[in-house]
């Protein structure tokens, strides 16, 4: 196989690599070449440098000493929130809830928001190609509260069945849940007009922007989702730290799921008053340094600009999927028309595990298993897939690695 072309960008991917420290190694002998973004991105030294700060100048608790490593601690945090809001174009700080990643978000707005609102026969409506973190929750519901499931059918190509929304979608919907951008697939899904089709109904929507945020400009309000939940540490952000964006209008009118310190403004023995949004959803000490990295990730995102980072990333995934589709033996799993980041493959001669061993020892690192989509895999009648998934520091020389390991698949475990 002839190598391809890099592809011509004046994208300064360099630059770009240089400040990620991690990515300045060698795996078995061989330089590092991460491709397993989707599951977590690596940290640029602006991040890490922001978190060694805070621990070494300014760690405290928040909102509650009066002693200036507390207010320096607070007014951080709080920064960070400001900062999100912004990031997503949310309208108030109020709406943003900080929580430990979309999972946590996801079971907030089942327990906190749908359960209490939810009769036996109502029906909550996600797609195929969700997330199991935007399945779960809706099943742990639908068993205590005699809800039910309903599952928005895709086409081969991975994408969402028009047809088959506009059928379940009913008077007995009352979430539509969905992926902003397959995790497994790539695809992007067309969230806007989903949003507005559930909202002729009357229909509130979540949107599970998992990822999305590390990839396309995100604007909650021109999207007009009413929850929108990421994690931070696919957007170069720590782990453990996430986000629920929600409505004020839904927050103010939801109970809290968790309760303990923070979320409080009085406690007797007899009645506890909660405390004002968005605190009320923070109970105990919140991810302090989490929500702070986070906030240095954002920043570190902006400056290079999602416009940017999203068109080198289209001409990457254009250029590994003309790459790919020349391997022997090899199939990409879901060609929507529309996608971001992420090769899904099979190949003929082995299996997604072997596939990833053998990457391994090119110094590639790659996903391979049923991405937390066990339903989806299911629907296209694999087990697994290998997935190769892109960051903004990613290039064409990290696809010819890919390729070149890929080949090595070929030879050990024999051309078709
Ligand atoms: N997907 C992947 O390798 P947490 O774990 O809460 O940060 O994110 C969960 C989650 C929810 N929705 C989508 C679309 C996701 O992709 C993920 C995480 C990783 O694909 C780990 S399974």
Redesign the pocket.
Known sequence: MTMLEPCQTSYDLAARRAEFPILHQQVHGRPLVYL?N???SQKPQAVIDCLQHYYSQDNANVHRGVHCLSERATAAYEAARDRVRAFIHADRREEIVFV?????A?NLVAQSYLRPRLQPDDEILISTL?????IVPWQILCRQTGARLRVIEISDAGEIDQASFQRLLGPRTKLLAV?H????LGTINPVAEMIEQAHTQGVPVLV?G??AVPHLAVDVQQLDADFY?F?G??VYGPTGI?VLYAKQALLEAMEPYQGGGDMISKVTFEHTDYNQLPYRFEAGTPNIAGAIGLAAALDYVDAIGLAAIAAHEQQLLEYGSDALQRVPGLRLIGTARQKAGILSFVMEQAHPHDISTVLDQFGVAI?AGH??TMPLMQRLGLPATARA?LALYNGPDDIDALVAGLQQVCRLFGDR
């Open positions: 397993d989707a599951a977590t430990r990643g979309t999972t946590e996801i969700e997330h199991h973190s935007n992926g951008v397959s995790n497994a599970d998992a990822q939940a994690s540490h696919k996430g996903r991405h937390c998934s």
